[in-house]
């Protein structure tokens, strides 16, 4: 009996990742939060042919209480999109407040749920999460995940065309590591599953390394205000969620990047610090996941001299986005 929600579940990446959650087999209840239209996207998903029981909510009413009353997995997409010209930083002004007031609601309702947060900025909006978790006194580091998992998916199918064969897309792993925008995103394109040609020259991999850096403005143009990559999010929202559901059901050796508090795993965040050389409190790794969430971080491995700048230009952005979302909470607000 899995119970999973979903906060801003009538938006862009809401809808497809509720429909995702709803065809999982393993997701048995599906409760479905947003300010507008959840009665009617929960009595569409409620007729799909698969276990979970859907259920929509409003604010009104303590809908977000009803919402995460027995949650085990919560996933929050809510927010609004970017749209071209949007930096993330724009996005933060806005999502930043709802982040930490669907925070506030989990934290009293639902303190032990596995909380997904794909709400951009994520290198921000996660230690919003903490912070928040923290004034209440439930934070738990391992529980708490920043979803960079789209970054992990484009690298995935870019290598795979670069290979000619879109087959491979779904076998191939690349670790992506560091944030999640912009040149916090580092493939680590030397550790791809399935090595890039010989004699792949290093243009092409400056190439390769900013589309998939940059993934999201590549969709925000094509889409030419109409939106931002809401349905490959979804795609991949789901599948880290379906890694978190599984882990905490038992299944061992599941590892995927996920941008995390480093004192969810003391050993391996130190020695991650050591790594990156610089004291920061959340930085995305390969992760393994098991019942209680973050089990292991693991290091980054062997990096070539091409990654090891790459981590070094991502590191400071990293601090002042980790930084802007730590001091976003003062008592004042809450």
């Known amino acids: 009996m899995v119970k999973a ?39 569409d998903l409620s007729h799909i042919s698969t276990p979970a029981k859907v259920t929509g909510y409003l604010p009104p009413d303590d809908g977000l209480k009803k919402a995460l009353t027995g949650a085990e997995v919560v996933i929050i997409p809510a ?9 993330r ?26 909380v997904l947060v794909i709400s951009n900025p994520v290198n921000s909006t996660v230690p919003i999460v903490a912070e928040v978790f923290k ?30 064969d879109l ?18 995103i580092v493939p680590l394109l030397s550790q791809s599953s399935h090595p890039l040609p010989s004699g792949f020259a290093q243009e092409e991999v400056d190439k390769l390394t900013n589309r998939i850096q940059f993934g999201g403005d590549e969709v925000v143009k094509a889409k030419d205000g109409a939106g931002s990559a809401t349905l490959s999010m979804a795609y991949a929202g789901a599948e880290f969620a379906y890694k978190v559901i599984r882990a905490a059901k038992g299944e061992k050796g599941i590892v995927a990047p996920t941008f995390v508090n480093l004192a969810s795993d003391k050993e391996g965040g ?6 990156i050389g610089r004291d920061l409190e959340y930085f995305s790794a390969p992760v393994e996941l098991g019942p209680e969430g973050v089990v292991k971080i693991n290091s980054l491995g062997k990096l070539s001299d091409y990654e090891s700048t790459l981590i070094k230009n991502a590191v400071p952005e ?4 980790i930084e802007k979302g730590v001091s976003f909470i003062e008592p004042s607000k809450l």
């Open 135 to 164: 004034k209440h006194g439930v934070f738990d580091p391992k529980r708490i995940f920043g979803v960079t998992t789209l970054d992990v998916v484009r690298a995935s199918t870019f290598v795979s065309e670069i290979l000619g």
């Open 89 to 114: 930083d724009d996005l933060f002004k806005i999502n930043a407040g709802i982040v930490r007031d669907l925070a506030v609601g989990i934290a009293t309702t639902a303190p032990k749920a596995f």
């Open 318 to 321: 990293l601090a002042t986005s």
């Open 270 to 275: 130190d020695a991650l610090k050591k790594e």
């Open 5 to 43: 929600v979903v906060l801003g579940a009538a938006g862009g990446i809401g809808q497809p990742l509720s429909l995702l959650l709803k065809t999982n087999p393993l997701v048995t209840e599906l409760s479905l939060y947003d300010i507008v239209n959840t009665p009617g996207v929960a009595a």
């Open 79 to 87: 927010g609004v999109p970017r749209k071209p010209g949007m930096t």
């Open 167 to 184: 087959s491979l897309a779904s076998k191939i792993t690349v670790p992506v590591v560091g944030g999640h925008s912009g040149v916090t």
